[in-house]
């Protein structure tokens, strides 16, 4: 009786039961791998009919030039005319220009760093490739500004647009940076045009969705009140909701920008001039010092506009400032020190050579780097080969073995499973159609070897990711000294890891998986602290009250009230490593990264690459979508049973 209880009382608990299905559907699926272990695996064919198809795309679209080559040519112009202003001013104008507007928007701290943080790009001896890398994402950005604020503003006011709108920025912001490429090369071949579309494609969601989100969040008191007063509804977007949505516009901006600056590095793929280049230059040759100050390079760049825009958009808010209050003596009195600043920009020109940057203040960290990474890898050579053959033979084979000699309608049904309890029945159904796009591409063996790699590269992630969380909630000093770090970790480009964990762990997979770790780790880290420290105080003083030691209140409370959170660092945990692990087959990962590589390297392999990035958006997709309703389901699972 007591036994038939039990299960009667596991029956009627919804969380029981579905774990009690779980468990059954894991010992099923393991049966089922035995009995048909290595039949219907659906082996890689490089002569697959469907790139040869993809092959005529290419001759279709050149047939049609005449259609895109204005675009090419107007986006290449717009690229030229910010070179060319940009080369004008000189690098005394572009340092007095840029100490000028921090002065107006921010002060004089904001002044100081802009005027030293441009400065330290030419004392770092690359002044004309961050000029050239600045003057293809202001193209970018201005045309990604021009085009997403007024959808975002439609998105804000129409619900309907909204609902069109939002699943194409999705998948947008699933793709991973290197599918872009594929398809840039095959409208507009290579060079700044494509790599200008390339960089406004993949930065303009955070301009519509912000912008959005600025006009929504307009109080609708205000907006009913200049309604009753007859205001029409242009009246009422350009003289209310858009005065009110600036400072939210401005964020959007400042967003834009700094995914436009992290792509348009990666456009050094397909001819973007810039810091890129010297980067990939680097990870070709090995040379960790050179990637270091690039890097460099593109962390002061990106923090020095961060702040311009970030203060920029504090000082568009008619809510923040009182400026018109201000008398006409104390508003000159406010703008001669920009007017002074940028004076003295323009004029030095008339005093020094504004062509070039002088040489003889040069300063660079190349040598000290590679002598650093030299001595590491001397001493540490055999425990960083040690870890990376335990890892790769007890963890990674055997998870790839599982997915390339399992039956592909086996993976299928597992993931669809998988989907149905982490997620719900549309997030299995979409994994279900994503893998059988899959398995339709011709793709499917190399798409399961980049699979495995993310689901180690992710685990290793989360592992790490959640660990230095944890303590990172637990103290502030530890939060202090990590901040900077991981502001300039997130900053960074992605091909900038590939050069330590190249000089590590040499040319292979597992060296693409490491770098994906250390790009994927700092928003994770990020993310979980944030869910810890936004656990309620009261929660956490009444249970310290009931005598919960720390670990009881870490694992029963803190962690269980920041799923949520957990769950959103999964996501972009995935995500990230997604993108990473393509972008490692520079090192050696191979797979769908490799296919894409090729693709863009070789004319007769162009439909291949461009199959392998449309397999590469659909894992994105089935992956973002498995760990972002995860969380939905299990509140309502519990609230379900409660």
Known sequence: MTALRWRTAALADPTSARRALAVVLVIGAAIAFVLFRGQATLTHDDDFPLFRSLNGVRDVVDDNRYVLDPIRSSVASLVDVFNFAIASLGWPGIIGIAGALGLVFGGGWLAILAVTGFASLGILGLWEASMATLGLMLAAVMIAVAIGVPLGILAG?????????????????????????????????????PSTVATLIYAIPPAIRITALGIRGVPEATVEAATSLGATSRQVLLKVQLP???????????????????????????????????????????????????GLAIVILAIILDRLTFAAGEWLDPRSHFT??????????????????????????????????????TFSFRSAINQSVDWFTDSFSGITKGIKDVLTANILNPIETVLTESPWWLVVVVAMILAWYLSGRRASIIAGLCLSAIVLLGLWGHSMSTLANVLVATALTLAIGIAIGILTARSDRLRMVLRPILDAAQTMPAFVYLI??????????????????????PPVIRLVEIGLRAVPLTIVEAATASGATERQLLWKVRL?????????????????????????????????????????????????????????????????RITQGAGGRRRSTVARAG
């Open 157 to 193: 006011r129409s619900r309907r647009a909204s609902a069109v709108i939002a699943p194409v920025l999705d998948v947008m912001q699933i793709m991973p940076t290197f599918a872009y490429l594929t398809p840039m090369t095959l409208l507009f071949f290579i060079g700044a045009a």
């Open 244 to 294: 009110l949505a600036r400072r939210a516009i401005g964020l959007g901006i400042n967003q834009t920008i700094m995914m436009a600056l992290s792509m348009v590095v990666i456009t050094a793929m397909i001819g973007a001039p810039g810091l890129g280049r010297n980067i990939l230059s680097a990870v070709q040759k090995v040379d960790v010092g050179a990637a270091f100050d690039a």
């Open 324 to 361: 018109r209050a201000q008398t006409l003596r104390q508003r000159l009195v406010g703008w001669s020190g920009p007017a002074a600043i940028l004076a003295a920009g323009l004029l030095a020109p008339f005093a020094v050579d504004a062509t070039r940057f002088p040489t003889d203040i």
């Open 500 to 521: 330590p964990a190249l000089a590590l762990f040499d040319a292979t997979r597992f060296t693409a998986i490491v770098a994906a770790v250390i790009y994927a780790v």
């Open 560 to 624: 269980p009230l920041s799923q949520r959170a957990l769950l959103l660092a999964a996501n972009q945990g995935i995500v990230l490593v997604l993108a990473m692990v393509v972008v490692g087959a520079l090192v050696g990962a191979g797979a769908l990264g490799y296919d894409v590589i090729t693709g863009l390297a070789q004319g007769k392999d162009f439909g291949k690459g461009l199959a392998a990035g449309v397999a590469i958006v659909l894992l994105g997709v089935m992956l973002d």
